[in-house]
């Protein structure tokens, strides 16, 4: 990878969130000094003026070796920003998006004929907790704090981290797992996760409770995939096979199997069973 490469992508996971911390302030009514403030615009403008040169000789670069100008803009956007401030991009305009069908009520590719399975109780009580806290630390510190600049910096970031833990659970309701009516499964957690499992590649279904300890998404030395809610699976998929899946942030692993929460495991691995275990509706012509 050359030098202005590098120095580009630094750019885009560091110097532009930077920036966009000065812009909450703005908004917020905080006074910025107008040396930082002047320093921040110079900062950025030459940001700017690096990611347009590295981007357009990428571009050009791709266009030589006979990409088409969406190919050639995508391939060089892929080079310049990192995967993980892709993804976290992606996974926040989503998780928005979730909160408006969150209030139409309204659920994420859950086709007519399959199986909705959600996977929220464990924590919904926790969410609604975070969002209570957070309003009231909002009101306490308005209490407590006595410069009005720095109340309007914590107000923008309280009511941002409200709209946060909302849209997190909101997508979490609104993508549930999905089992389709061939025996597919789609496991999900939020707009975090998403895992395809043709029925094909699944050897067994069974409830299973299990309460693993780490991060959400766990790859177990022995090829099996944890992914809790709550601290728990009620889930355990075994597949014919490897499969391979994709991390919240990019990394990716193969699974022989895999362990999740469902609200209602029995209905799950019930459609699971039934889908493929049940006798096919072709019958042979008489003859």
Known sequence: MTRGVRAARFVAAAVLPAESAVGVCLVAGVPVPGVLLAGAEAVVLAALVLETVVLGRLWRAGRRRGAGRRAATVAALRTVVPVPVRRLVVHELRAVHSLGLWVLRRRHAVPEGTLAAPYTGPQTAMMYGLVFVS???????????????????????????????????????????????????????????????????????????????????????????????GGQTTVTVELTAATGFVRPLGGRGQAVAVRFHADDPRAAVAALTRARTAPSTTRDPPG
């Open 135 to 229: 309003v009231v630390e909002t009101v306490m510190l308005a209490l407590l704090i006595p410069w009005p600049a720095v109340h309007r910096i914590l107000l923008v970031l309280d009511v941002y981290g409200v709209l946060l833990v909302l849209a997190l659970h909101a997508a979490c309701v609104t993508r549930p797992h999905v089992v389709g009516a061939d025996g597919s499964l789609r496991i999900r957690y939020g707009a975090l996760f998403d895992l395809r499992v043709p029925a094909a590649s699944i050897a067994a279904a069974r409830v299973e409770r299990r309460f693993p300890e780490g991060r959400l998404v766990r790859l177990n030395p022995d090829g099996v995939l944890d992914l809790s809610v």
